[in-house]
């Protein structure tokens, strides 16, 4: 078995290495001066079980084509089985039409990753607000959306002890949070939200949970803008928090976090899924343990 990373994926794909007792490669990639991708294998495949690993952000777009062309290339160098890894799975949150004539990339990319010719996939806290399993993304192939509660839950007890309410700034953020609150023994309860634009955010509040003097923690899957947590926060200032903080899987930009941090949030803690200087949750653990139980 061999770990091999893509040029997004050398920070989780080292550690899933370890983890396995696999061994290590680097995929190597240069840009021609057009700006398309020359990639190269520079260890071999043949009858080998290949774990590509490739955050498919930042620059999704050309992460995801190293990736197809890696899958597709590893089969034709004589791999066994190619197990892809992408800890940030991209196009995820585009699921339904929600105006005339869009693109639901969601399942596209499913069929792309399955027809270049992955095996097995695994991601962790893909995007599915309306769907409700990554199978119903990659039909023809298994695989896992990781969670990583634990890590989370283990972050916020380092932090804060028992003093704080954990909240999700809209109800899909159950899936992320709710595990983590009952891990850290504290209530927890989400806001309503209303996306007016792609900025703009509108939130309700919430009744269930008592912020006064506590210190709150918004955990969330994705912080893109910052809206949506800024949005969240103030709500819970105005309900007497002591402070507020955002946990979350997947920080999409180093300039979201430098944003909540401006707008007077205490922490801002991410996973590794994109790896930043605000990551400071490691997935490859629960990656390889979600690889492990499908070996
Ligand atoms: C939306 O449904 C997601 O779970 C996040 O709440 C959203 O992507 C965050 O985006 P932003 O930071 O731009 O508000």
Redesign the pocket.
Known sequence: MIVIACSNGKVIGKKLAKHLKAGYSELFKELFPDGEVHLRFECHLREKTVILVQSLSPRPNEMLVELIFAIETAKELGASKVIVVAPYLCYA?QDKRFHFGEVVSNRIVGKLLEVAGADEFYTVAA?L?RVDDISKLLTSIKGANVAIPEEMAAWVKKKFGANVVIVG??V??HRVGRKVAELVGVKYDTFL?KRIS??R?KHTAIANVDARGKHAVII??????????LGAAKHLKKMGAKSVSALVVHL?TEA?GKKLLQGGFKFVACSNSIPSKYSVLDASKALAKAIKLNA
């Open positions: 949150r995007h607000h700034p809209d899909e953020s939200k792609g900025s955010i969330d899957d994705i912080v893109s803008t910052g809206g949506t947590m999409m979201g």
